[in-house]
């Protein structure tokens, strides 16, 4: 199976969000991937479910929501029933990881876990039978346009090791400074989702783009 290719709407015009949506479809991108940050986990602030569901009412591919967000327990509820296929919580985040990865499955969606560049991977190792999805953040959440931290390459590297010596089944999707070099770094350490922000919506040819973080041969 080709790699994921998952647009950030992070970096869409929020004023055109229909627009970034179409782009998005007619690109060849699968899934959309969405930022949910509360001002306080991260430095920024961007929407809520309302956003979550009005996207979901324009379009039928997955939606994966990121919650960049303090006391994740408060908000997953409501993002599902807006409508998220993935909902992604940071491990930081939360005290009691495993039960809110019983809350997401309970309510209907697949679950994942993101854990930013200072957290190990062996900080995982007790749910990686539970989940659907871990993002491995490549940056410092909270803005885009950043450069991809190199030593993060390593722990998708470590996580496909560890999904494959468990028989585990999660995909493993990597965010931040995610473009056609560092893409195939990523792709060579096991990476399963790519989730593309300034990148893809600056591109003059969003679909070249994709292939092109496919790692496929250019038509």
């Not at 782009?23 to 991260?42: T, Y």
């Not at 990121?66 to 998220?84: F, I, N, T």
């Not at 909270?142 to 931290?149: H, N, V």
Request: proline fraction near 5%; charged fraction near 20%.
């Amino acid at each position: 199976m080709s790699v994921v290719v998952a647009p950030s709407i992070l970096s869409a015009d929020f004023t055109a969000i229909g627009d970034a949506l179409q782009r998005i479809e007619q690109s060849g991108a699968q899934w959309v991937h969405l930022d949910v940050m509360d001002g306080h986990f991260v430095p920024n602030l961007t929407f809520g479910p309302k956003m979550v569901a009005d996207i979901r009412a324009r379009t039928k591919l997955p939606l994966d929501v990121h919650l960049m967000v303090e006391r994740p327990e408060d908000l997953l509820d409501q993002y599902v029933e807006a409508g998220a296929d993935f909902v992604t919580f940071h491990l930081e985040a939360a005290v009691h990881a495993h039960r809110l990865v019983q809350r997401v499955h309970a309510a209907g969606a697949g679950c994942g876990i993101a854990i930013v560049p200072s957290t190990p991977v062996t900080a995982l190792e007790h749910l990686l039978e539970d989940l659907e999805l871990i993002l491995v953040m490549t940056v410092n959440p909270g803005f885009g346009g950043q450069a991809l931290i190199p030593e993060c390459v390593e722990k998708v590297r470590r996580l496909a090791q560890m999904r494959s010596q468990r028989r585990a089944r999660f995909r493993l999707s990597a965010d931040g400074g995610v473009n056609a070099e560092t893409a195939a770094e990523l792709r060579a350490a096991g990476i399963d989702v790519l989730v593309s922000g300034s990148t893809f919506f600056k591109s003059a040819d969003p679909a070249q783009e994709v292939v092109q973080l496919q790692g496929q041969q250019i038509a």
